[in-house]
């Protein structure tokens, strides 16, 4: 008896993913990708450019790398948390997509990404972070853009607020503002 085919078109969005790929749902969940096969090819940015997304992009906008306007980045989910953080005299509400999104929208594939601020302050963030945890690319505080003196324009945030063992010393280091540059490492 021979096996059906099966359509994916018919199979829900994920399962036509591993399908696909041929991989089984363990490995999708690995740290080495945050994949979107089905996404639409990225937008080119009308407005200037806030962040570049170097590395290991999958689905680049510019020469091989992924380039992001606040426009983009504000059509992306958006979550908001709010908490007190070391920066801040009191709690403040931080605003914009999971950094996971933000990666994926750009199709990206590695075990790290390097944050690189404005300033040229670099840190290393493992990709089980992104996965484990709701990291926000804040694009808003307070529900206002963040200026340079601010913090902003973007700032990676860790949720403190709901895991205890995310305060301390080795994630706020990895809370970069006036972030610029994401390098994906493999």
């Known amino acids: 008896m021979s096996r059906p085919r099966l ?5 829900p969005a994920s399962a036509a993913r591993r399908r696909a790929l041929g ?22 940015p009308r407005g200037q ?8 992009v999958g689905k680049p906008n510019r020469g091989g790398e992924a380039d992001f306007d ?10 908001s948390i709010t908490q007190a953080t070391p920066w801040y005299a009191g709690p ?14 750009a199709v990206v594939s590695g075990r790290s990404v390097e944050a690189i601020a404005i300033n040229d302050y670099r840190v290393t963030i493992p990709m089980e972070d992104l996965q484990n945890h709701a990291v926000i690319l804040a694009r808003l505080l307070d529900e206002q ?6 913090k902003g324009p973007l700032f990676i945030v860790y949720p403190f607020a709901t895991d205890p063992k995310l305060r301390s010393s080795l994630y706020y280091s990895r809370s970069a503002w ?9």
């Not at 991989?23 to 080119?44: M, N």
């Not at 997509?97 to 990666?103: A, F, Q």
């Open 7 to 11: 359509n994916p078109a018919a199979l």
């Open 23 to 44: 991989v089984t749902g363990a490995l999708l969940a690995a740290p080495l990708a945050l994949l979107s096969q089905t996404a639409a090819a990225l937008d080119v």
């Open 49 to 56: 450019v806030v962040l570049t997304l170097r590395g290991r």
């Open 70 to 79: 606040m426009d983009m980045l504000a059509a992306l989910p958006q979550h």
């Open 92 to 105: 403040r509400k931080f605003t914009g997509p999971l950094l996971r999104d933000v990666l994926s929208a």
């Open 145 to 150: 853009p963040m200026p340079l003196r601010e």
């Open 178 to 186: 006036q972030l610029r540059t994401l390098e994906v490492r493999p």
